[in-house]
Nanobody
Framework: QVQLVESGGGLVQAGGSLRLSCAAS????????MGWFRQAPGKEREFVAA????????AQSDSVKGRFTISRDNAKKTAFLQMNNLKPEDTAVYYC????????????????WGQGTQVTVSS
């Protein structure tokens, strides 16, 4: 089992920044991918960004490219999502997830999920 704990959400004005953290514990593997997804009310959960814990390779959705950066700290088994130039449409619950694959961008590829953290961007 893998446990994921997110932190760093909150309320911010448009144009502001937030940094989300996701700490993994339990049976984790260095080749796992860790990803961030978000879900707004009435919408499906969507991919935001992912990082390969082994290689450091990353992937982002088109909607956040140039604004969000995902990174990881292998020693701490932690993934980060730096979110800059936030927009009201970024408002959602953000979920951290872990996949046994080295890289994955689909919801179905992720096995373990955190409890979610709310991000609200006011206009």
């Amino acid at each position: 089992q893998v446990q994921l704990v997110e932190s760093g959400g909150g309320l911010v004005q448009a144009g502001g920044s937030l940094r989300l953290s996701c700490a993994a514990s339990g049976r984790t593997f260095s080749s796992d991918a860790m990803g961030w997804f978000r879900q707004a009310p009435g919408k499906e959960r969507e991919f935001v960004a992912a990082v390969s814990m082994r290689s450091g390779n990353t992937a982002q959705s088109d909607s956040v490219k140039g604004r969000f950066t995902i990174s990881r700290d292998n020693a701490k088994k932690t993934a980060f999502l730096q979110m800059n130039n936030l927009k009201p449409e970024d408002t959602a619950v953000y979920y951290c997830a872990a996949s046994p694959r080295s890289m994955a961008t689909s919801v179905g590829a992720y096995v373990y999920w955190g409890q979610g953290t709310q991000v609200t961007v006011s206009s």
